[in-house]
């Protein structure tokens, strides 16, 4: 069985600028959310997909966007990037099949700077 | 105010002690408590759920829910230096579909041979 997986690993950009992050869900999981992580925080939900579509959003401007593809690969893209977006980025997936309890598993995290 | 609250440690114990880690939170809808162990340049693992109030036991793990306090602990009995880590303490509404869990900011343990 294979894992989450995000790419890349690092990346370094300036302000204003656009940036596009990846992440291959685990096999079987239909559901993608995409969390921001802080240096000393923990993780603040952004949005969640599921079979394409937006499923739920946290507090982010709408620069934050993302994406689900049929094989139910998902990619975040922010526009105007700002100092403050410099985080680690964790993509989780999991499978909604109609129990109570779905956990999500997280893939390593994608280290965002802006400079 | 935060959602949930927990100490930032850091947290130094000798090998073999007892840790108690602890959160607070203030949102009476929250039914699912979870914690997570979240390892240098990596992400988070799930290490435990609890569904409404009471204890969880899984090993040298126990994790327990006080609604009626809003508070939440998670014990580790013989701890390893292997265990040292940021130790997330995670809360949400519902765990189905759009869910969002909300995390604490994490308390760091280091576990001393």
């Known amino acids: 069985e294979t894992g989450v997986t995000q790419s890349p690993t690092h990346l370094i950009k300036t302000r204003g600028q656009q940036v596009t992050l990846r992440c291959s869900s685990q096999?079987?999981?239909?559901?993608v959310s995409w969390y921001q992580q802080a240096l000393g925080q923990g993780p603040q939900f952004i949005f969640q997909y599921y079979r394409e579509e937006e499923n739920g959003r946290g507090n982010f401007p709408p620069r934050f966007s993302g994406l689900q593809f049929p094989n139910y690969s998902s990619e975040l893209n922010v526009n105007a990037l700002e100092l403050d977006d410099s985080a680690l980025y964790l993509c989780?997936?999991?499978?909604?099949?109609?129990?109570?309890?779905?956990?999500?598993?997280f893939g390593p995290g994608t280290r965002l700077t802006v400079l | 105010q935060k959602e949930v609250e927990q100490d930032p440690g850091p947290l130094s114990v000798p090998e073999g002690a007892i840790v108690s880690l602890n959160c607070t939170y203030s949102?009476?809808?929250?039914?699912?408590f979870m914690w997570y162990r979240q390892y240098s340049r990596k992400g988070p693992e799930l290490l435990m759920y609890?569904?409404?109030?009471g204890n969880k036991e899984d090993g040298r793990f126990t994790a327990q829910v006080d609604k009626s306090s809003k508070y939440i602990s998670l014990f580790i009995r013989d701890s390893q230096p292997s265990d040292s880590a940021t130790y997330l303490c995670?809360?949400?509404?519902?765990?189905?579909?759009?869910?969002?869990?909300?995390f604490g900011s994490g308390t760091r343990l280091s576990i001393r041979p």
């Open positions: 989780a997936s999991s499978s909604l099949s109609g129990r109570a309890y779905n956990e999500q598993f």
């Open positions: 949102n009476s809808a929250f039914q699912y």
């Open positions: 096999s079987g999981h239909n559901t």
């Open positions: 995670a809360m949400s509404a519902r765990y189905s579909s759009a869910s969002k869990i909300i």
């Open positions: 609890t569904y409404s109030s």
